[in-house]
């Protein structure tokens, strides 16, 4: 059966499980993804029950599974156990019902799945990130680079400037950037106004706009954008419009890096063409990156 988007459960809920609290089944979805057994039905034969303790499957799967479990799963999704399919989904046509591709159950379950990899089998991690593919890879990528990223270290870099003659932008001399580890983690439904030091922040939705996270440091405002493309497009409109929510401090530089593997570093481009005013307070006044994370060893 093919998922759910969330205005379809939602619905369901208005008609079907009207004593479900519309607040509750955002969050089930968000956790557990477009499933409505999960979304719905979890909740309402469990009316006592608030997320926490409705979760608890849900975090006893994650915590049970390790990267060999989940290469398996990945490999025989069908024949699996049945606790894979909470942390797997198969994403099917809506027509035939036919399997497309995988994806896990929601960006919180890859996210909880790569940070408890990245402590305990990274070497194993790093061999999963290089035998998946598609939107599976790109989840777990962006999962894993959050992991990583939240950590700290000392990571390279190019800064990009543009080309106003040639309208390209173009790599300049590589650097190394510092980070310290940060002590918290926080989503955020809009970028913070005032974002606090040490403190790694994410969007709650997956399809929030240009930000995959962001962290303030000494001097500077760093925003990252996670992407295993071969190059990306930029909008100063929407690139502005993220960065104006932030109070900038006196001297703090804001700086959008873009966060690609290691085989596409090299080559990756970034583009703007109608979408970027070289000439707007925007565009004159971020620093752009595009920065190469390795897997701490």
């Avoid at 959050?146 to 932008?169: E, N, Q, R, W």
């Avoid at 502005?240 to 932030?246: D, H, L, S, T, W």
Wanted: hydrophobic residues 40%; contains cysteine.
């Amino acid at each position: 059966m093919p998922l759910w988007e969330l205005d379809e459960l939602q619905a369901c809920r208005r008609l079907m499980y009207s004593t479900v609290d519309e607040s509750l089944t955002t969050a089930l979805h968000q956790h557990y993804g477009g499933v409505a057994r999960f979304a719905l039905g979890l909740p309402w034969t469990n009316p006592s029950k608030g997320l926490h303790k409705l979760l608890e499957e849900l975090r006893a799967a994650v915590d049970g599974c390790n990267t060999a479990q989940m290469q398996s799963s990945i490999r025989a999704i069908s024949s699996g156990p049945e606790v894979s399919h909470r942390l797997l989904h198969i994403v099917a046509n809506k027509e035939t019902f036919e399997m497309q591709y995988l994806v896990f159950a929601s960006k919180w379950v890859a996210e909880e799945f790569a940070k408890k990899a990245v402590r305990a089998e990274l070497q194993a991690l790093v061999s999963l990130l290089s035998s998946t593919s598609g939107a599976l890879y790109g989840m777990l990528y962006e999962a894993t680079m959050h992991a990583v990223l939240t950590m700290g270290g000392c990571f390279t870099a190019v800064p990009i400037s543009y080309d106003v003659k040639t309208s390209t932008f173009i790599r300049g001399v590589e650097e190394k950037l510092q980070f310290d580890p940060c002590t918290k983690q926080e989503f955020f439904e809009a970028v913070p106004s005032s974002p606090t030091e040490q403190i790694y922040y994410q969007p709650r939705s997956a399809r929030f706009p240009t930000v995959d996270a962001l962290r303030r440091g000494n001097g500077t405002c760093d925003f990252f954008q996670m992407t295993v493309q071969n190059s990306k497009g930029l909008d100063t409109d929407t690139l502005g419009r993220a960065i104006n929510q932030v109070k900038l401090k006196a001297e703090e530089v804001p700086r959008l890096h873009f966060v690609v593997p290691a085989e596409r570093y090299a080559k990756f481009k970034l583009t703007g063409g109608r979408t970027w005013a070289p000439s707007s307070q925007t565009a004159s006044h971020v620093k752009l990156y595009i920065m190469r994370v390795c897997t701490p060893s």
